[in-house]
């Protein structure tokens, strides 16, 4: 059983390119982070029900990766959304964290008509082909048909959480306003700010006001690229918004960079992450996604 304190989760040491860079949804690594650090976090599959999974949108479907307690039906939800490389072993990883905790946790691949993001070995070629492509509105459907899978199958979407790292992390500000069901969200180093485009017309600090339910955000005080002073925004937009966004809280981690919680590379901070992971947990249970 994972304890969230993370005790439990033993780092495995003998990653290499070959036995990781693969295709399957929620397994391998991105090739543009290889090679993959000492530290990363191996959470096992006993008691889960864990793998890929078909999602259907539209008159077609994405893929997804699930994992759940086996044999459970009625579990809370947490959706888990990805940074730019996709749903790969540690996104994979954090869904079954959530899911020793009881959650069925869904971590959908929304980059997928674009691209392989996994594929990848040059992030600058990534963002331009893959993740600068990806409508907003893409992805608040292929979240709300994600939902839809869960409620269909053994989730209590009525308990309702998101969380999402970096790229991942705006998109969980998104949808915590997109969808009113949405009771919690915990957003990690997600952009807050930024010019409006056709394919991203709104960011966070646009929507905010309007949240539904709080907003956890989990911050790094060193991170270049998300200035402190676009917290400030964020956070007096959320001071004149909704009772839910009054509710919102941020945390920042001094001296912390980017990708702080990515525990397969080298941004990795152990302490703010297991901070970030128990204040995750306690979030969700605090505010009905328990």
């Not at 860079?21 to 990363?40: C, D, E, W, Y």
Request: proline share 6%; hydrophobic share 45%; glycine share 10%.
């Amino acid at each position: 059983m994972l304890r969230s304190d993370l005790d439990s989760l033993t780092p495995t040491r003998d990653f290499t390119r070959r036995g990781f860079v693969q295709t399957a949804v929620g397994s391998g690594f991105a090739a543009a982070v290889l090679p993959v650090s000492a530290q990363t976090i191996t959470t096992d599959t006993a008691g889960l029900t864990a793998g890929e999974i078909k999602i259907p949108v539209g008159g077609s479907h994405i893929p997804g990766y699930r994992a759940a307690p086996a044999g459970k039906t009625g579990l809370p939800v947490i959706l888990v959304l990805s940074e730019i490389f996709g749903v790969h072993e540690h996104i994979a990883d954090v869904a079954r964290r959530f899911a020793k905790l009881g959650y069925l946790a869904i971590a959908p691949e929304l980059f997928v008509r674009q691209g392989d993001a996994k594929a990848y070995s040059d992030i600058t070629k990534l963002m331009s082909e893959v993740v600068s492509k990806v409508p907003d509105e893409q992805v608040l459907g292929d979240l709300d048909a994600t939902v839809a899978w869960a409620k269909a199958n053994g989730g209590d979407t009525a308990r309702l959480g998101v969380t999402g790292f970096c790229w991942g992390g705006r998109q969980a500000w998104l949808y915590a306003a997109h969808n009113p069901g949405v009771k919690a969200t915990v957003a990690w180093y997600g952009r807050l700010v930024g010019a409006a485009s056709p394919l991203t017309p709104k960011q966070p600090v646009d929507v905010a006001a309007k949240l539904s339910g709080p907003v956890l955000g989990l911050y790094g005080g060193a991170d270049a690229g998300i200035p402190l002073d676009t917290i400030d925004k964020m956070k007096a937009v959320l001071a004149s918004g909704s009772a839910a966004a009054k509710r919102s809280e941020f945390v920042v981690y001094p001296d912390t960079p980017h990708a702080f919680n990515a525990d397969y590379r080298p941004s990795y901070r152990k302490e703010a992450a297991e901070d970030g992971w128990k204040r995750a947990v306690a979030w969700f249970k605090a505010n009905g996604v328990a």
